[in-house]
């Protein structure tokens, strides 16, 4: 059996393929004299992040050197991905201070919560992100490595909104 | 009389051999380079027409980038999968590039060059017979094709170079017949006499605007290239019939592509754009040779094979891909009738004029032919437009069949329905 098409009436105008090439070559040929470019050379030229971004840590230190942390246990507490390994230490005078204190880039999955429910304002998340390396185990940052970097930290919330802070 | 200059006769036969070597290398060098840089200009149209950048790291402007690819390509391995045909899988890509280069040999790319020992042709190999050369090397370059389809034992290579040879010869015959109107219209088949012929009475393509069409099309669809390109429709067939090539070999075939274009190109500016001729001038025709005029020539011809090759380019970004059974009912239904019925007008259009006696370089010839060269372009613009040329296959049926084929339905049904009661 004839299977019956449906057969489209549609103007010339529409159906025509002679119109429709010339179009298309006018509008191709527009783009060719007059590109609208939006790529970033990336080396020489680098997007803006946003004040949120949040990249790889960074601890804080205070004014003589040392970490922030007070070795409280929170962050490793409320990461979901498990990737902050914390051992307290404890000096004569009762101030704690963390003995071990390694982030595993990998394993993090950039939420935030670390920085957010840190009492000190110690660890911070990053406004960075070139963070490529040769072999995995670089990836673990322990605590020597979060202090001395450098880069500006994330904002989590933009403090000029009203509902910030 | 002035006295004879030694640099406007025909040189000596030692010179003339000296020279046309030198002519062959300088023509190879040039075209390698040209073919080369061709694909950067094609990926870097292809990045402004897309808003993008395109190649940009390798030297200035990327500039080096074909150095750096042709690099890449002699570094890599050669495959060669389990069951090839090995002599004909080393040969193919070879003989797709061969007949694209060797077809150079007769187009004439300047005037004459005037030299202490003689005049020499700015073209490799002046035959009398120019333009059937061109047809018949020309038409050897789909053997590389389906040579390498079929070696590859590769179904997909093979349903490439299968398509290919079909595309290709449906469309050669469009190509020969529109080229049978420049060959009345010069008289010859000599290239050099088509240019000579174009300088006389005005280009061919403002007289014989169809045949430069067909001309273009056909050679779009001889080349592979969008929107003919399905012989490596990527999306059907992975690449074709280079699917399993790799390094240079494959790194040949696509050379071969830009070679095939650019000797399309300069085929067509020298069948239809007047050649090496510049326009609205009179003194690089006329007159004794002299070196200026050479280089300039040879510039203009350059120009305006480079003006083609770049709409090519164009063209390629911006159609999208025939499905098969518009390609061939656009060459058998469609082109090839145009080719036959506009031969037939042409012939009859110059037999008449010479018939009432006017002279094939003067005003009225020309008048002639490009008025009814208009008409024929309204003419075939007003087919094209309603005729609904490459449009979904439905809408070719003509309302009645479409009419017919639903009564029969209608009545089957009904009947087979009585039949179930």
Redesign the interface.
């Given at each position: 059996?004839?299977i019956?098409?449906?057969?489209?009436e549609?103007p010339?105008g529409e159906?025509?393929?002679?119109?429709a090439?010339l179009k298309?070559?006018a509008?191709?040929?527009k783009?060719?004299v007059d590109?609208?470019?939006?790529?970033i050379?990336y080396p020489e030229e680098k997007w803006d992040l946003s004040p949120r971004w949040r990249g790889t840590h960074r601890m804080l230190t205070t004014e003589d050197g040392t970490a922030k942390c007070v070795a409280c246990g929170l962050c490793p507490t409320v990461c979901p991905a498990n990737c902050i390994k914390l051992v307290p230490g404890e000096d004569e005078e009762g101030n704690r201070f963390p003995l071990v204190f390694e982030i595993d880039e990998f394993r993090c999955i950039f939420c935030g919560f670390c920085q957010e429910v840190c009492p000190e304002e110690a660890i911070h998340m990053g406004r960075h992100y070139e963070n490529a390396e040769f072999n995995r185990a670089r990836f673990v940052y322990d605590l020597e490595r979060l202090t001395a970097q450098t880069h500006p930290v994330s904002e989590l919330w933009d403090p000029a909104h009203p509902r910030g802070e | 009389m002035p006295p004879l200059d030694a640099s406007q006769l025909p040189p000596s036969t030692l010179f003339f051999l000296l020279a046309t070597v030198v002519k062959m290398l300088a023509i190879f060098t040039l075209y390698m380079v040209v073919v080369a840089y061709t694909t950067l200009a094609e990926r870097k149209?292809s990045a402004?027409?897309?808003?993008?950048?395109g190649p940009?790291r390798v030297g200035p402007w990327g500039l080096l980038q074909v150095a750096a690819d042709g690099l890449k390509n002699f570094m890599k391995e050669e495959t060669m999968p389990g069951d090839v045909y090995k002599p004909l899988f080393i040969l193919a890509p070879a003989l797709a590039f061969c007949s694209a280069m060797i077809a150079w040999a007769v187009i004439p790319f300047g005037a004459p060059l005037p030299t202490p020992w003689g005049r020499i042709d700015l073209v490799v190999a002046d035959l009398p017979i120019g333009f059937l050369y061109v047809l018949a090397i020309t038409s050897l370059g789909v053997y590389g094709i389906v040579l390498a389809g079929w070696s590859s034992n590769n179904k997909y290579a093979l349903l490439g170079g299968l398509r290919s040879s079909a595309q290709m010869i449906s469309y050669e015959i469009a190509m020969g017949m529109s080229t049978v109107c420049v060959l009345l219209v010069a008289g010859n088949v000599s290239l050099n006499a088509i240019v000579a012929q174009q300088v006389a009475t005005g280009w061919n393509v403002l007289i014989l605007s169809i045949a430069a069409f067909i001309f273009l099309v056909a050679a779009f669809a001889e080349t592979n290239r969008v929107p003919f390109d399905l012989p490596e429709a990527e999306s059907e067939l992975i690449a074709g019939y280079h699917a399993e090539y790799s390094g240079m070999k494959f790194s040949m075939f696509f050379i071969a592509e830009y070679a095939n274009v650019l000797t399309a190109s300069a085929l067509f500016v020298s069948l239809f754009f007047g050649g090496w001729d510049i326009p609205f001038t009179r003194w690089d025709n006329a007159g004794p040779a002299t070196v200026t005029k050479s280089l300039l020539t040879v510039a203009m011809f350059g120009f305006k094979t480079y003006s083609c090759v770049l709409f090519y380019i164009?063209?390629r970004?911006?159609?999208p891909r025939f499905r098969y059974d518009q390609l061939m009912s656009l060459g058998w239904k469609f082109m090839l009738p145009l080719a036959l019925v506009y031969i037939v007008i042409v012939a009859s259009a110059i037999l008449g004029l010479d018939a009432a006696g006017v002279a094939r370089t003067g005003w009225a010839f020309k008048g002639a032919m490009g008025s009814i060269n208009l008409v024929l372009l309204i003419l075939l613009?007003f087919v094209?437009?309603?005729g609904?040329?490459?449009?979904?296959a439905?809408?070719r049926?003509d309302?009645e069949r479409?009419a017919r084929?639903?009564r029969?339905?209608d009545t089957?049904s009904t009947l087979g329905s009585g039949e179930a009661h």
């Open positions: 059996m004839a019956t098409v449906k057969v489209m549609r010339i159906a025509s393929y002679v119109r090439t298309g070559l509008l191709t040929l783009h060719l590109p609208h470019r939006v790529t050379q | 149209v402004w027409i897309q808003d993008r950048h940009n164009w063209i970004w911006t159609l613009f094209i437009d309603r609904r040329l490459i449009s979904p439905s809408s049926i309302r479409v084929i639903r029969a339905t089957r």
